[in-house]
């Protein structure tokens, strides 16, 4: 879940909580849940995905692709190393992957949240040290939450706001009181993404700025080796306080783990057919149909594996800047959706491996059903005259072709659309009554996507379009994004199983126009605002999936992304000296219950 806050109540509201939360009592907790109870009880010994008997040693080599220049990656500036968050990095409770959405002790062995969850308290575990033998204090906490609360990333920053104040409470306790209740999801994030940063080491340094020095951590590995935006190599802490804390047991078996980075992914298959890595997820089906037929897999050395799992889609598209006139007009938007034919790029580009996306949440229970009724029809109904009249209706679908590659009856529908909003054919280019052309760029970072870019520019230009596909290094691309220098970009906007905060980063009015936002559209829809609040105050799955469904709703049937596809696996190379566990949770594989096979 990321990490971004809801518009706040009254200030009289918010007096009123902080009054009324000073009396309020719980009880001390191993574990949360977002909605109902926790799966495993406090007196669990290790996760049923992880292997507690799994050896402890060896070297996980992995690929990267681009560079790196700083080793802190909770700033804007910079991009930070593979591995950096996961491997150095600890907070007060522990996410795990076979439920929704829960939290367990590892920092905080502990903690105590009313049933309105307007405040939060946390026991610290004793024994919990950095990797220079400091203990991880109370101070530590509050300096962390200072830190990033100011000087974060942005969603970050936008969460941690969020909280009135913090305070300790005792010895080992620690207290955050929120400004209202009305985000339900918040004290899980400050329990599971509010990184635990040493005071004494961060305190006289610039947090702002990206650095190559390692920071005083406390995560199960220690940065062993570097060579800047090539490689980094961890080693395992064998001071690790964490070892056996039942969310950790199985867990972290390799005493090494080694990234190298490659140019693109291109070159990293080649490396990884021949060895120089151990375990790769192919994204490209068209590479997974015809790349793997090598003598490593037939031989047994390496093995193939669409790994399942129960993840909704999230939204893989073609991102318009809608800070750009050019695609304001929702009839636009349309007729660019409908100049895409994933028939013809499914089959001829992808071996047929995808099913198009036609909601945020495909492949759950997340996702619209019929018409919109009951808690979903009452969320949307205030919304009646300024949302889509479809909303109303059935849910959005893609529009489809025969896959011949023509699309000519989309297109005749996308060139009414244009002369509707405006734009006409002449001398052959479709320009608006200034004469002014329809003219724009899509941006890429990966040359995985050329093809599919240009497949797309070909159907554009045939409406008249003056469309150019521009390939851009990591740093360059990053940069561009950030700063809203861009017409269009391919993206994708991943969601759990309980959605949350992360909804408000990707589609929120309040975080449109911040630079390095996750909402790279821009998307600035007070209905969509609404929906995202409903999501943060639900109190039961029921209400949840309710504002899920409407939310999804608004937002494809006001074309602000134009889908791409998903597939409800991930495929997985392995070569034959790494193992996994066979329970697979239902957000898929995990890394750190590997573990290595030639010890």
Avoid: C
Avoid at 57 to 86: C, E, H, M, Q
């Amino acid at each position: 879940m990321m990490m971004i806050r809801p518009r706040l109540a009254a200030a009289a509201t918010a007096v009123l909580l902080a009054l009324s939360t000073q009396g309020v009592q719980a009880e001390p907790r191993h574990g949360l849940a977002m909605h109902g109870a926790p799966k495993y009880g406090p007196d669990f010994t290790h996760l049923d995905y992880a292997n507690p008997d799994a050896p402890k040693g060896g070297t996980l080599r992995l690929a990267a692709t681009g560079s790196f220049d700083s080793l802190n990656p909770w700033v804007i500036k910079g991009r930070s190393a593979a591995g950096v968050r996961n491997f150095l990095y600890e907070t007060l409770m522990k996410r795990i992957w076979d439920e929704p959405f829960s939290m367990y002790g590892l920092i905080a062995e502990s903690a105590e949240m009313p049933d309105d969850r307007s405040w939060i308290e946390f026991t610290l575990r004793e024994g919990a040290h950095f990797n220079d033998g400091s203990p991880i204090t109370v101070e530590d906490v509050i300096f962390s939450w200072e830190t990033i609360k100011i000087q974060g990333l942005p969603n970050s920053r936008a969460t941690f706001e969020q909280v009135a104040r913090v305070e300790q409470t005792g010895s080992r306790q620690v207290k955050f009181v929120f400004e209202n209740n009305e985000n339900r999801e918040l004290p899980l994030l400050v329990a599971g993404f509010l990184p635990i940063l040493s005071k004494a080491y961060w305190q006289d340094r610039d947090f702002t700025e990206t650095t190559l020095e390692p920071a005083v951590t406390s995560g199960p590995y220690l940065i062993d080796d570097m060579n800047p935006g090539r490689s980094i190599t961890y080693r395992r802490d064998p001071d690790y306080w964490g070892a056996d804390v039942p969310v950790n047991v199985g867990h972290n078996n390799f005493d090494e783990i080694k990234y190298e980075y490659y140019r693109d992914g291109s070159i990293a298959l080649q490396a990884f057919r021949a060895g120089d890595f151990d375990m790769r997820l192919e994204f490209d089906p068209a590479q997974w149909a015809t790349q793997y037929d090598f003598p490593a897999v037939r031989d047994g050395r390496v093995s193939l594996d669409v790994v399942d799992h129960g993840i909704a889609s999230g939204l893989r598209g073609f991102y318009m800047n809608l800070r750009r006139p050019l695609f304001q007009d929702r009839r636009v938007r349309e007729a660019l959706l409908l100049a895409f034919d994933f028939e013809w790029v499914n089959e001829n580009l992808f071996h047929s491996a995808y099913t198009r996306t036609s909601s945020l949440f495909d492949n759950s229970d997340l996702g619209p059903v019929g018409a919109p009724e009951g808690i979903e029809l009452d969320l949307l109904e205030p919304w009646r005259d300024e949302v889509p009249t479809e909303v109303f209706g059935s849910p959005f679908a893609a529009p489809t072709t025969d896959g011949s590659g023509n699309n000519r009856a989309n297109l005749r529908t996308a060139t009414r659309l244009l002369a509707d909003a405006g734009w006409t054919i002449r001398d052959g280019k479709l320009v608006n009554g200034d004469g002014r052309p329809f003219k724009f760029e899509i941006l890429l970072r990966s040359q995985g996507n050329e093809k599919i870019a240009l497949s797309y520019q070909r159907n554009l230009e045939r409406l008249g379009m003056e469309v150019k596909v521009r390939l851009a290094d990591s740093a360059q691309y990053t940069a561009l994004v950030e700063s809203f220098d861009f017409d269009m970009v391919i993206s994708r906007r991943a969601v759990t199983l309980s959605p949350g905060n992360e909804q408000q980063s990707y589609w929120s009015s309040e975080v449109a126009d911040s630079p390095g936002t996750r909402n790279v559209s821009g998307i600035n829809d007070p209905a969509i605002d609404a929906m995202i609040d409903a999501i943060l105050a639900a109190e039961d799955r029921e209400t949840l999936v309710a504002a899920t469904r409407a939310l999804d709703r608004i937002l494809m049937w006001n074309y602000y992304v134009i889908p791409l596809y998903h597939r409800s696996g991930f495929p997985t190379a392995l070569w034959n000296n790494v193992a996994r566990p066979d329970n697979t949770p239902v957000y898929g594989a995990v890394m750190e219950t590997f573990w290595s096979t030639q010890l």
